[in-house]
C-alpha cells in the first residue's frame, strides 16, 4: 500500500482501535491457484505478541484453509469510514478556484502466516469471544449458550478456525492532512451536514488529525 508520510498511521493502539470497531475484514492468501481473497470478521486479541494477534474462522468447504500455499504470509485488510470529498466544501474554492474532488478514507493493513485451527473446542472458545464482543451493545446479548448444544456443535462442525499473529501492521489515515486547516474544518462540516453515521465518524477522524497537527 503507498502511504505518503503525511498519511502514516504508526500507533499500533489507533490501528487497534479501528480493527475493533470495525472487524469485518478482507483476507487476502495465496492458493494453488492464485490469489484468494475471502470477507470474514476477526477478533482482535491485543496483548498476544508485539502487534496482537486476529483469530476467526470460516466453512469447511471454503478452500482458504485446505488449499493454502506455506511460506507465504496472509494480507488482512480493514477499511474504516471513507467518503467521498467535494470541492465545494473547501473554503479555498471561493478564493482561487484551484481545488479537485478527492477520496477520504482510513484503513489497516495487518500481515502474518495463516494458522489452521482444526479443534472444535478453540473454535467454540473463538465464537464465544466474537459474539461476546458483539453483543456487548445489546439490551439482550445473546450468547451461544442459548441455542441447542446438540445444533451449536454441528454447526462448529461444518466450521475450521483460523489465526494470524500480526508481524507487521500499517496504517493510512488520508482525511486531508496535507490540506489548509481552513479547507479541513470545511470538509468535516460537510460531512456532518450530510448526516450519516459514516460520514460523521470520518468527520471526527479528520478533527482528530487537525488537531494532532497543531
Known amino acids: 500500500m503507498y502511504v505518503p508520510k503525511h ?4 500507533r ?69 469510514p471513507s467518503s467521498y470529498i467535494t470541492p465545494s466544501w ?33 473454535v467454540k472458545n473463538q465464537l464465544e469471544s466474537l459474539t461476546t464482543q458483539q453483543e456487548a451493545s445489546f439490551d ?3 450468547a451461544i449458550s442459548d441455542a441447542p448444544v446438540e445444533f451449536t456443535d454441528k454447526m462448529i462442525g461444518a466450521i475450521v478456525g483460523i489465526e494470524i499473529l500480526i508481524t507487521k501492521l500499517i496504517g493510512k489515515w488520508k482525511v486531508s492532512q496535507n490540506q489548509p486547516a481552513l479547507n479541513q474544518a470545511g470538509i468535516a462540516q460537510g460531512l456532518e451536514s450530510l448526516g450519516r453515521s459514516e460520514e460523521a465518524e470520518l468527520a471526527t477522524v479528520v478533527k482528530m488529525a487537525q488537531q494532532n497537527a497543531l
Do not use: C
Not at 498519511?7 to 504508526?10: C, D, T
Open 7 to 10: 498519511f502514516e498511521e504508526s
Open 12 to 80: 499500533v493502539d489507533v490501528l487497534h482501535d479501528l480493527i475493533i470497531a470495525h472487524p469485518f475484514s478482507t483476507l487476502v492468501t495465496m492458493s494453488s491457484i492464485g490469489i484468494n481473497a475471502n470477507h470474514i470478521p476477526l477478533h482482535l486479541i491485543q496483548e498476544a505478541g508485539q502487534y496482537g494477534t486476529l483469530q476467526g474462522h470460516v466453512a469447511r468447504a471454503n478452500p482458504v484453509w485446505s488449499d493454502l500455499v506455506n511460506d507465504v504470509e496472509a494480507l488482512v485488510i480493514f477499511q474504516g
Open 90 to 122: 473547501y473554503p479555498t474554492k471561493q478564493e482561487h478556484g484551484k481545488v479537485v474532488p478527492t477520496w477520504n478514507y482510513v484503513t489497516v493493513h495487518a500481515y502474518g502466516t495463516l494458522r489452521v485451527i482444526d479443534d472444535p473446542t478453540w
Open 140 to 142: 439482550k446479548p445473546w
